[in-house]
DNA sequence: TCTTTTAATCGTAATATTGCAATAAATAAA
DNA sequence: TTTATTTATTGCAATATTACGATTAAAAGA
């Protein structure tokens, strides 16, 4: 227990989950607005714009990263981040897909 | 620690991680879709459909439930659980705000 | 080379989430 | 009233997440 029952889900179902989750904290949520925000970004710029630890916000920009979300690229000893264009379009059309589902007209309740 | 630091965020950082995070197990996924797909449903209905406990179905739609996402109406000894537009409607535009960014033309990475 | 700067990783503690069996509560049906 | 039927709640175990200090790794600059 613990683990989310995954295998008994489609796959869809879980990509749904999967990106949902990404945004599930507000520091990912921070972090994604900065980097819309400039556009570019250092890992550094992220440690003072939301007040958490230096590690904390690797471990954040690390599950971003691992969906694909955002990308880093090394310039000396900084890392650069920025969205990943292609994978949050992607993103983008699954979860509104999801979201923007519309009701039939009959109501039970 | 083991719990998020919501206090050092904007109530609007916290309120899209929030309705993210409802959507972050593909038990909720499926709860929604569902409620969807039938526009009315009772929790039995639920836990046939999906391949969880009982209780671990009621769990989940308590969590969707405390959000306004869903709402339930008593019928006899069955719950009518559906989708509550309203509030469904916030949700919408909050995460599709947030996800519907657009990026900046100049690329740094 | 040595030091500084920057980010990733490791280790660990605290809390949250997931899942389910057992039980309770509430209504319907016999 | 007694017995289903159905959902919520409780209690607990297992795993995940969040956070951070300490350390490591890698490159830049003195």
């Keep these: 227990m613990g683990t989310a029952k995954t295998e008994i889900f489609s796959a869809h179902q879980n990509e749904i989950a ?3 989750k990404a945004f599930g904290h507000p ?3 921070a972090i994604v607005q900065h980097l819309f925000k400039t556009n570019s970004c250092i890992c550094g710029d992220l440690v003072l714009e ?21 990308q ?3 310039e000396g000893t900084k890392v650069c981040y920025c969205i990943d264009a ?4 992607k993103m983008k059309t ?8 519309d ?4 109501h039970c309740c």
Tied chains: 1, 2.
């Design 72 to 74: 880093g690229t090394i």
């Design 50 to 70: 939301i007040g958490l630890a230096q590690a904390t916000i690797s471990q954040h920009l690390k599950e971003l990263k691992s969906l694909g979300l955002i």
């Design 103 to 106: 009701l039939n007209i009959n």
């Design 94 to 101: 699954i979860i509104s897909e999801f979201i923007e589902q």
């Design 86 to 89: 292609k994978h949050w379009a």
């Design 18 to 20: 999967r990106f949902a």
């Design 27 to 29: 520091a990912r949520v």
